[in-house]
């Protein structure tokens, strides 16, 4: 929209902005009118078709308490939560909500508070039941004898419903909520039952393909680790071939600070000190016994090394300034535009194509580069690899670019499976440090040992079995996006 008229009597509660009576919205909605259902959310409610509840603000002092998720809303990302999510809870704490909070699957979080993120939802599966969800997520249950819920959750994600979120919010205080016009937005459900089974039965399968392959990647630091020690890939075999109940019970259940290791004490010779570095978590002995322990299966390697026989070539993006920002549809990926080894479908911010162009020659991004968070604490060793969807970006300067030269001793799947394996994640976390403000890993990264196994069979199967679970991931990501676009 440019510019409109309303008249007086059209005003509701007193709101004055324009964006929230947008007549390119309501022109939408009505042209629907003869192929859709159209109910408000506060119909629903009323009529004891959707419930709404709201979750908790547990309080700091809880946080890193256990390995239970505490449920932010920077944890959903792509419609589903992070494989490691960055604050955990006890047993005592998730007792204390579990019943108020009453998680099930096919429960919808969604996020009512937070600027950019507003709008961005989940559907729960048997994956996620056990976690506890801060107070700026909305819970939703459908009545399944009314929605399915895998239906209701593609409509939510339409663009129709996305636009009237954004024409909805407004700034309390210092953050942006949608508050209570949630219960405004129309939801248009297809009078063809026909599609309405089709869509709900594609999405299923879709979240199903996906969320095996989140549980794959929750429990990869662990199977990883175990694929380098046996020099075999049968414990990812195994656990690709057990069911769902079977994954679920043996599932390892981890937070990031899992990553942080747990030494006490040791001694360290003063001549082994390096640059002055007096950090007593850099020299962790539990790393390089590790390392050790495993030389008779897997060559020890660092990222300078590999870099030094152009194995590798490692580079960082732009900072292209904020006056760019929103300027286009084109990504501008940050920090944390990422997780579970992929990018968001829709990152925070966009540039226009001129911008794109200006930087798109040195920075260079192809399929099968990985980008790594260099600067931001909790994201720091966060890693994830570019798909064909997602190769017309830029990226922030807070991230490295690393990209494989061909060789025969390691392609990007391979270096993506080792970068989330434990022991390259827990020697990230030794290496990083506070400057000015942020704490970072600087280019202490080159420092980082690789454990790249000797046996070319296992190389070759850890790459195939990475290859095939990222991309069955991004395949189900696209149905589910196409399946939202087309809906209304």
Same mark, same amino acid.
């Given at each position: 929209?440019?510019?409109?008229?309303?008249?007086?009597?059209?005003?509701?509660?007193?709101?004055?902005?324009?964006?929230?009576?947008?007549?390119?919205?309501?022109?939408?909605?009505?042209?629907?009118?003869?192929?859709?259902?159209?109910?408000?959310?506060?119909?629903?409610?009323?009529?004891?078709?959707?419930?709404?509840?709201?979750?908790?603000?547990?309080?700091?002092?809880?946080?890193?308490?256990?390995?239970?998720?505490?449920?932010?809303?920077?944890?959903?990302?792509?419609?589903?939560?992070?494989?490691?999510?960055?604050?955990?809870?006890?047993?005592?704490?998730?007792?204390?909500?579990?019943?108020?909070?009453?998680?099930?699957?096919?429960?919808?979080?969604?996020?009512?508070?937070?600027?950019? $993120?507003?709008? @961005? +939802?989940? *559907?729960?599966?048997? &994956?996620? !039941?056990?976690?506890?969800?801060?107070?700026?997520? %909305? #819970?939703?249950?459908?009545?399944?004898?009314?929605?399915?819920?895998?239906?209701?959750?593609?409509?939510?994600?339409?663009?129709?419903?996305?636009?009237?979120?954004?024409?909805?919010?407004?700034?309390?205080?210092?953050?942006?909520?949608?508050?209570?016009?949630?219960?405004?937005?129309?939801?248009?459900?297809?009078?063809?039952?026909?599609?309405?089974?089709?869509?709900?039965?594609?999405?299923?399968?879709?979240?199903?393909?996906?969320?095996?392959?989140?549980?794959?990647?929750?429990?990869?630091?662990?199977?990883?680790?175990?694929?380098?020690? $046996?020099?075999? @890939? +049968?414990? *990812?075999?195994?656990? &690709?071939? !057990?069911?769902?109940?079977?994954?679920?019970?043996? %599932? #390892?259940?981890?937070?990031?600070?899992?990553?942080?290791?747990?030494?006490?004490?040791?001694?360290?010779?003063?001549?082994?000190?390096?640059?002055?570095?007096?950090?007593?978590?850099?020299?962790?002995?539990?790393?390089?016994?590790?390392?050790?322990?495993?030389?008779?299966?897997?060559?020890?390697?660092?990222?300078?090394?590999?870099?030094?026989?152009?194995?590798?070539?490692?580079?960082?993006?732009?900072?292209?300034?904020?006056?760019?920002?929103?300027?286009?549809?084109?990504?501008?990926?940050?920090?944390?535009?990422?997780?579970?080894?992929? $990018?968001?479908?829709?990152?925070?911010?966009?540039?226009?194509?001129?911008?794109?162009?200006?930087?798109?020659?040195?920075?260079?991004?192809?399929?099968?580069?990985?980008?790594?968070?260099?600067?931001?604490?909790?994201?720091?060793?966060?890693?994830?690899?570019?798909?064909?969807?997602?190769?017309?970006?830029?990226?922030?300067?807070?991230?490295?670019?690393?990209?494989?030269?061909?060789?025969?001793?390691?392609?990007?799947?391979?270096?993506?499976?080792?970068?989330?394996?434990?022991?390259?994640?827990?020697?990230?976390?030794?290496?990083?440090?506070?400057?000015?403000?942020?704490?970072?890993?600087?280019?202490?990264?080159?420092?980082?040992?690789?454990?790249?196994?000797?046996?070319?069979?296992?190389?070759?199967?850890?790459?195939?079995?990475?290859?095939?679970?990222?991309?069955?991931?991004?395949?189900?990501?696209?149905?589910?996006?196409?399946?939202?676009?087309?809906?209304?």
């Amino acid at each position: 929209m440019i510019s409109y008229w309303l008249d007086n009597q059209d005003v509701r509660e007193q709101v004055y902005i324009p964006k929230y009576y947008d007549p390119g919205i309501e022109q939408k909605i009505h042209q629907l009118k003869g192929t859709h259902n159209l109910f408000t959310i506060s119909d629903l409610v009323k009529d004891g078709k959707i419930k709404l509840s709201t979750g908790h603000e547990i309080g700091k002092m809880a946080y890193g308490t256990g390995d239970i998720p505490f449920v932010r809303t920077s944890d959903l990302t792509n419609w589903e939560t992070k494989s490691a999510p960055k604050q955990g809870v006890s047993e005592e704490i998730y007792a204390k909500y579990a019943s108020s909070q009453d998680i099930q699957s096919g429960d919808i979080l969604f996020v009512r508070d937070g600027t950019y $993120l507003i709008g @961005t +939802n989940c *559907i729960v599966t048997e &994956l996620d !039941k056990k976690i506890v969800y801060q107070s700026h997520i %909305l #819970k939703i249950r459908v009545s399944k004898e009314f929605l399915d819920p895998y239906l209701l959750f593609i409509i939510l994600n339409s663009p129709l419903i996305q636009e009237q979120i954004r024409s909805f919010q407004f700034t309390a205080d210092t953050i942006d909520t949608i508050g209570s016009r949630f219960q405004e937005l129309v939801i248009p459900i297809p009078k063809d039952n026909k599609r309405c089974i089709e869509a709900s039965v594609k999405a299923k399968a879709a979240m199903n393909a996906r969320e095996l392959g989140k549980a794959f990647i929750k429990q990869a630091p662990v199977v990883i680790e175990q694929v380098l020690e $046996l020099n075999t @890939t +049968n414990p *990812i075999d195994e656990f &690709l071939t !057990k069911d769902w109940d079977s994954i679920l019970l043996d %599932l #390892k259940q981890d937070t990031v600070t899992s990553e942080f290791g747990h030494f006490e004490t040791f001694w360290v010779d003063s001549k082994n000190i390096k640059e002055r570095i007096y950090l007593p978590k850099y020299y962790d002995p539990e790393i390089i016994d590790e390392l050790s322990n495993l030389s008779s299966t897997c060559d020890c390697v660092s990222i300078q090394e590999l870099c030094n026989d152009n194995f590798l070539t490692v580079s960082t993006g732009d900072e292209i300034g904020k006056m760019a920002y929103g300027t286009g549809i084109i990504p501008f990926v940050r920090t944390s535009d990422f997780s579970n080894w992929e $990018l968001k479908h829709d990152p925070k911010q966009g540039v226009s194509d001129e911008i794109y162009e200006s930087y798109k020659k040195s920075q260079d991004v192809k399929a099968g580069d990985i980008l790594l968070v260099r600067d931001g604490t909790y994201l720091i060793g966060t890693s994830c690899i570019i798909t064909s969807e997602d190769e017309k970006m830029l990226f922030c300067g807070g991230l490295y670019k690393i990209r494989v030269n061909e060789n025969d001793s390691i392609d990007q799947w391979l270096l993506l499976a080792l970068l989330n394996s434990y022991l390259v994640k827990r020697q990230i976390r030794t290496k990083q440090f506070t400057r000015d403000v942020i704490d970072t890993i600087g280019k202490r990264l080159f420092e980082v040992v690789l454990p790249i196994p000797k046996s070319k069979k296992v190389r070759t199967s850890l790459s195939h079995q990475m290859k095939s679970i990222v991309e069955s991931r991004i395949n189900a990501r696209v149905v589910i996006k196409r399946e939202s676009n087309s809906i209304c």
